[in-house]
Nanobody, 127 residues
Framework: QLQLVESGGGLVQDGGSLRLSCTAS????????IGWFRQAPGKEREGVSC????????KYADSVRGRFSISRDNAKNTVTLQMSSLKPEDTAVYFC????????????????????WGQGTQVTVSS
């Protein structure tokens, strides 16, 4: 059974950086596309970034493009989200999720295409 575990969240100051990791178990590395989503208090969950099973294509939400970078190491079953120039509005619980097929193509993030979700990690950016 596929399981995802996020790590790397924490408290950081405005302008700082954090690296989130999503580690998968229970499946063959590279079989799934991985997405990162976030949900702030009182707001809807939103897609942040996505990486296809082979590493390309990737996509980013407009709000994070140029500041966040997604990568994956299929040998280690790990996807990393490097977050830089963090802003207070990036504060949220960040979730990684796995899905099959071409779900990281340009366009809106469709959370229903992701079948397995992690429990989330809190990211707090102080001003």
């Amino acid at each position: 059974q596929l399981q995802l575990v996020e790590s790397g969240g924490g408290l950081v100051q405005d302008g700082g950086s954090l690296r989130l990791s999503c580690t998968a178990s229970g499946f063959t590395g590279g079989s799934y596309a991985i997405g990162w989503f976030r949900q702030a208090p009182g707001k809807e969950r939103e897609g942040v970034s996505c990486i296809s099973s082979g590493g390309n294509p990737t996509k980013y939400a407009d709000s994070v493009r140029g500041r966040f970078s997604i990568s994956r190491d299929n040998a280690k079953n790990t996807v990393t989200l490097q977050m830089s120039s963090l802003k207070p509005e990036d504060t949220a619980v960040y979730f990684c999720a796995a899905g099959r097929g071409a779900i990281c193509l340009p366009g809106p993030f469709v959370s229903s295409r992701f079948e397995t979700w992690g429990q989330g990690t809190q990211v707090t950016v102080s001003s």
